[in-house]
């Protein structure tokens, strides 16, 4: 297997797909390369696009405060998105783009081999769960995705539209602590390789 800083560089020059045309450049992920604990939210915005950083905007800004909530910090964890590649005016993904992007997300989760993944909104959640769940009716719940615990929760940019003092927002405080606490019980169960065997799921 190669390693991360390997795909980040070829990642850097794709052009699987038409958004390669209209950025500036390719948003691989940052953080740490061992995370145990993975975010990955929907695609780059303005901001991200700019400085080549995934969640460096406001919703950036919501999703560090939650993280420091549950004591941890950014360098501590690997975030990053289902599409490397800003789409124009911040439009939804396409299922084309999603499709052609998808190999990026599907190495960096076997490289980095986190126990836990948190997906960010519909469109993360969707992709991971294989099926078009709702995020509020599947928030703060633990899924089982390829031997590692997947929690799904509202995307930061959905808490900001809503205002911080909506009851999402102490929902996704909620579920933040569901992923502290799911992670503290990985971490004294090891190494189980089985994680349905301890009741997570
Ligand atoms: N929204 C996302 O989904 N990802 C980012 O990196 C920034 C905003």
């Given at each position: 297997?190669?390693?991360?800083?390997e795909a980040a560089r070829e990642a850097s020059g794709c052009t699987r797909c038409k958004?390669?045309?209209?950025?500036?450049?390719?948003?691989?992920?940052?953080?740490n390369g061992n995370a145990d604990l993975m975010f990955i939210g929907e695609a780059p915005g303005f901001h991200e696009d700019r400085q080549g950083l995934p969640f460096v905007g406001a919703a950036g800004g919501l999703l560090t405060g939650l993280l420091e909530g549950i004591g941890l910090t950014r360098d501590q964890v690997f975030i990053c998105n289902v599409l490397k590649c800003r789409p124009p005016g911040n439009r939804d993904p396409q299922p084309d783009e999603i499709e052609a992007c998808e190999p990026w997300l599907w190495e960096q989760i076997d490289l980095i081999n986190p126990k836990v993944i948190c997906s960010l909104g519909n469109f993360s959640t969707r992709l991971l769960l294989g099926k078009p769940a709702g995020i509020s009716r599947v928030r703060g719940q633990r899924f089982k995705f390829r031997g590692r615990c997947l929690i799904p929760?509202?995307?930061?940019?959905a808490i900001l539209h809503g205002g911080r003092t909506s009851p999402a927002m102490g929902q996704?405080?909620?579920d933040f602590r569901l992923i502290a606490k799911t992670l503290e019980e990985l971490a004294v169960s090891e190494p189980d390789p089985d994680a349905e065997q301890l009741g997570l799921f």
């Open positions: 297997m190669r390693t991360l800083d958004l390669a045309q209209g950025r500036t450049q390719v948003v691989y992920g940052s953080g929760t509202f995307h930061p940019a996704m405080e909620d």
